[in-house]
């Protein structure tokens, strides 16, 4: 005989900072279950590098949230303090208003030393702190360990397998582990289960849209190049307009004293970077993301995004990242593993962190890549090298696939309440935030959103 499903006030999918954050709003007010797929809780983000943008102005649309800039910066200081409180680094960059009136005012040379219409770069500071990979994970088990003292029950290795209801009845949530019921569904899979969850959230009749996808690369130089800004701006957000195609690029992640890490998605090899607090690399790694919109007659983002990571693992030999010398790329052949480190090349003068062997492949990522985007990306590195001399040096190694898994869009109210009531969405899985801070916000929408409802509001 089956036992009866557990019920629940709120089941949270997802333990990503849109889950916890949700979770630790809700919990002592009501029953609340988080279920998480992996062995831990974190998310990406929190899991890899840990860097807080404390901006309202990057990872999160303001208008869609329908969000001021004032009440955006109002939460965020919240939630800074929460990281604050459970052992987050107090170290702030992007406070100095000097040094970086200077670097505000040499992109502005560069854009005035342009031909008008053909470039264009732009630099948005931001306040910043960075955990790093390593103290992020004990900053995350304390802040789990606090929201379950309060209440929370998480249940980590728990895979959600589906999803129904019936009628307007309670949410049925589906495991291995068992099923269990809910009154109220606050929905945060993170970018690994942002399609799973789409074709969940359309079976329960909630109607998604595609929105733009990042392709880009990962580009990593030798330290002392970018020091002088990451010393100022951790991660300097340079946005450009490409002037071939006209299109926007942007500088994301960056890593000081950081490596280049491979990460599996449903069988393909992505390159990504973190940064440990402890121990530092004698490199400096960044994405440059080509931000890409479809429409007529393909529309479909998540797809195409999936076709150029397979493909461009496809010219790595099969299930391999294409790595290539910036002086191969611009001298237009191929980077080799016998000219890899050539002293002759200048290739000597940076060491990858993530060099030519099993899962890396020297090649040409303009065979990987379409021409647009690889247009854009060098253009890209170009123009940032007039902001920052040394940043397009033969040795600057460039690694693709980097793909941002985040396009579907979800129509939702202000507390990110779908269609569907009682259903709610939150995080960079469902288009809402992209980073740390902002899925976090999101979760507390999410849950002022459940506590309203509930008259606790």
Request: glycine residues 10%; charged residues 25%.
């Amino acid at each position: 005989m089956t036992a009866d499903p557990q019920t629940w006030d709120v089941i949270v999918i997802g333990a990503g900072p849109a889950g916890l954050f949700a979770a630790r709003a809700l919990s002592g007010k009501l029953s609340v279950l988080v279920l998480e797929e992996k062995a831990r809780t974190g998310g990406a983000g929190a899991m890899t590098d840990g860097k807080l943008n404390l901006s309202p102005h990057i990872g999160l649309d303001l208008s869609e949230l329908q969000l001021s800039e004032e009440e955006a910066s109002e939460r965020i200081a919240r939630i800074d303090e929460v990281f604050l409180e459970h052992g987050a680094d107090r170290t702030l960059y992007g406070v100095d208003a000097e040094r970086i009136a200077l670097w505000l005012d040499r992109v502005s040379w560069v854009r005035r030393r342009t031909h008008r219409g053909e470039w264009d770069i732009t630099l948005l500071p931001a306040r910043q702190r960075h955990m790093g990979t390593d103290l992020a994970h004990q900053v995350v088990a304390r802040m789990t360990e606090a929201v379950a003292g309060n209440g929370a029950t998480f249940s980590l290795r728990t895979k959600v397998d589906d999803i129904h209801q019936r009628g307007n009845g309670p949410f049925i949530v589906r495991t291995a582990k068992g099923q269990y019921l809910s009154r109220y569904l606050v929905a945060a899979p993170g970018r690994e289960g942002a399609y799973w969850f789409r074709e969940v959230a359309r079976s329960l009749g909630v109607p998604t849209q595609y929105g733009a996808i990042d392709i880009g690369c990962r580009v990593e130089v030798a330290l002392p190049v970018y020091d002088e800004i990451t010393q100022v701006l951790y991660d300097p957000k340079f946005l450009f307009v490409t002037p071939t195609h006209g299109d926007r690029t942007r500088t994301f992640c960056t890593n000081p004293g950081g490596r280049v890490r491979v990460e599996i998605r449903n069988g393909s090899r992505l390159v990504n970077g973190d940064a440990l607090k402890k121990r530092k690399t004698p490199n400096t790694n960044f994405a440059i993301l080509n931000t890409v919109s479809m429409t007529e007659p393909i529309q479909d983002t998540t797809e195409m995004g999936r076709k150029v990571m397979e493909f461009a693992n496809f010219w790595g030999g099969g299930d391999s990242l294409v790595v290539q010398r910036w002086g191969d790329l611009t001298e237009g052949r191929r980077s080799k593993a016998e000219t890899f480190h050539s002293a002759a090349l200048g290739y000597d003068k940076m060491p990858p962190t993530l060099p030519p062997g099993p899962g890396v492949t020297p090649g040409d990522i303009s065979f990987a890549y379409p021409g647009r985007i690889v247009d854009n990306l060098r253009e890209s590195l170009l123009l940032l090298s007039r902001v920052i001399p040394g940043v397009a040096h033969p040795s600057t190694t460039i690694y693709v696939p980097e793909i941002k898994f985040y396009d579907t869009k979800y129509r939702t109210d202000r507390h990110l309440e779908t269609n569907v009531p009682n259903l709610f969405v939150a995080g960079d899985g469902v288009g809402k935030s992209r980073g740390i801070v902002g899925a976090a916000l999101n979760g507390m929408l999410a849950a002022e959103g459940i506590l309203r409802k509930e008259g606790k509001g």
